[in-house]
């Protein structure tokens, strides 16, 4: 079990320890999500968000709008000859 005392800032603010940032994987962007059960207050990693990371894929891509018609055909043509 990993332990480390830290003392919070004087905007309410903790950092995680390095250690514990290693275990859990957590780098600079990383999402996590804090749990008050009893009297402990839990961090957990966020779990990979699938549709989000799908979407800035998407987002990346060539811009449909901007292909012409004659693009697509000229495309999917190539393609099935490449069959």
Request: charged share 30%; glycine share 6%.
């Amino acid at each position: 079990m990993l332990e480390e005392e830290m003392t919070v800032g004087p905007k309410g603010q903790v950092v995680i320890p390095k250690a514990m940032r290693k275990a859990l994987k957590i780098h600079p962007g990383s999402k996590v999500v804090f749990k008050l059960e009893d009297n402990r207050a839990i961090v957990e990693k966020q779990g990979m968000d699938s549709v989000a990371i799908f979407e800035r894929i998407a987002c990346s891509g060539k811009n449909v709008k901007n292909i012409s018609p004659h693009e697509y055909e000229n495309e999917l043509a190539n393609r099935s000859r490449a069959e």
